[in-house]
């Protein structure tokens, strides 16, 4: 089981940046590819971003490219989302995903497909 606890979410104005960590219970690195979702209020969660267990592959929504990165260190098992140019679309709770895998490279934006999921961080972006 692994256990999963994000945190770096705040109150931040458009235009600015935020950083948010996942930190696992236990060593992901050569068996889980991990996923960034985001779900506002009253909206169903979507997908944000995704990195692959060894890193060398990275996935992303769209609605992020270019201001967003995903990125992960294995030794200490933590994951990030550096979150730059904010928007006030971008105001959600922040959840962080394992999805266990054998390849080095497999990613997903599929939520049904990941195994375990942190508490969430809220992320607010004011106009």
């Known amino acids: 089981q692994v256990q999963l606890v994000e945190s770096g979410g705040g109150l931040v104005q458009a235009g600015g940046s935020l950083r948010l960590s996942c930190a696992a219970s236990e060593r992901t690195s050569s068996t889980y590819a991990m996923g960034w979702f985001r779900q506002a209020p009253g909206k169903e969660r979507y997908f944000v971003a995704a990195i692959s267990s060894s890193g060398s592959r990275t996935y992303y929504a769209d609605s992020v490219k270019g201001r967003f990165t995903i990125s992960r260190d294995n030794a200490k098992n933590t994951v990030w989302l550096q979150m730059n140019s904010l928007k006030p679309e971008d105001t959600a709770v922040y959840y962080c995903?394992?999805?266990?895998?054998?390849?080095?490279?497999?990613?997903?934006?599929?939520?049904?497909?990941?195994?375990?999921w942190g508490q969430g961080t809220q992320v607010t972006v004011s106009s």
């Open positions: 995903a394992a999805r266990y895998s054998d390849s080095s490279y497999y990613v997903t934006p599929v939520k049904g497909e990941y195994d375990y």
